[in-house]
C-alpha cells in the first residue's frame, strides 16, 4: 500500500504541446496524431491541400469542426470525382449550411482536382521541394516559423504553374507543415521528439 495517496495532478497532467494547439479536443487529436507526420499518400496529401485552401481566412479548428461534412459534400475528397465537378453541382453545394460556402473555393476544389490529376507524380511535386525528406525545424517558440518560408514559396509556384489555386505561399507553408514536409512542432511539444528522432 503507499504511503500516500497519487497525486491528482499528476493523473490529469497533458503532455507539453505547440501553444497554437487549444485545449479542443479534435485540436489535440489533429495535434498529437496528423500535423507534421510524414505522409506519402496521394489521397491524404489532395485532401490536405484541399482543406488547407478552404481554410483562407478562417481558423483550423473551424476546418476541424466541419471537416466531415466536408468530406461528404467533396465527395471523399476522391480527386477523380472532384474533377467532374462543374457549376450547377457548386451550387447545389452552396446550398449546405454544413460546409463552408464560398463559390470560389468550391470551384477551386475542382479545378486542384484537374491540375492534381494531370500530374504525373503529384506526391513527388510536393516532396520535391523539401529534397523528398522532412526539414525537421527546432524552433523554441511558434513565432520562430516563418509565414511562408523559401519551401512554401516554392511549392506555390509549381502548383500556379500546373494551374492551381488557393495556393498562395501561405497556405503552402500551412500545408507542407501539415503533411510533415516540413517538421515544425516546437522543441518543448511532446510531437517534436516523437517526430525528430
Known amino acids: 500500500m503507499p504511503d500516500r495517496a497519487p497525486d491528482p495532478a499528476a493523473r490529469t497532467a497533458q503532455p507539453v504541446r505547440c501553444r497554437w494547439c487549444t485545449d479542443d479536443p479534435l485540436y489535440v487529436r489533429y495535434h498529437d496524431t496528423e500535423w507534421g507526420v510524414p505522409s506519402r499518400d496521394s489521397r491524404h496529401l489532395f485532401e490536405m491541400l484541399i ?15 466541419r471537416r466531415e461534412a466536408l468530406r461528404a459534400a467533396l465527395l471523399g475528397f476522391d480527386p477523380e470525382a472532384l474533377a467532374r465537378t462543374d457549376d450547377a453541382w457548386v451550387q447545389d453545394r452552396m446550398r449546405d449550411a454544413s460546409i463552408i460556402r464560398n463559390r470560389l473555393k468550391l470551384r477551386a476544389a475542382g479545378a486542384n482536382a484537374r491540375a492534381w490529376l494531370a500530374l504525373p507524380d503529384p506526391v513527388g511535386l510536393v516532396w520535391s521541394v523539401v529534397g523528398g525528406q522532412p526539414i525537421i525545424h527546432r524552433y523554441a517558440n511558434v513565432e520562430d516559423a516563418p509565414v511562408a518560408g523559401p519551401e512554401a514559396e516554392a511549392l506555390s509556384r ?5 494551374g492551381f489555386t488557393f495556393v498562395g505561399p501561405t497556405i503552402c507553408q500551412s500545408y507542407l ?14 510531437r517534436h521528439r516523437a517526430l525528430a528522432d
Open 51 to 65: 482543406l488547407e485552401g478552404f481554410q483562407a481566412g478562417l481558423s483550423w479548428l473551424t476546418i476541424l469542426r
Open 158 to 162: 509549381l502548383l500556379k504553374r500546373h
Open 177 to 190: 507543415q501539415a503533411i510533415g514536409c516540413l517538421m515544425d512542432h516546437t522543441t518543448d511539444c511532446h
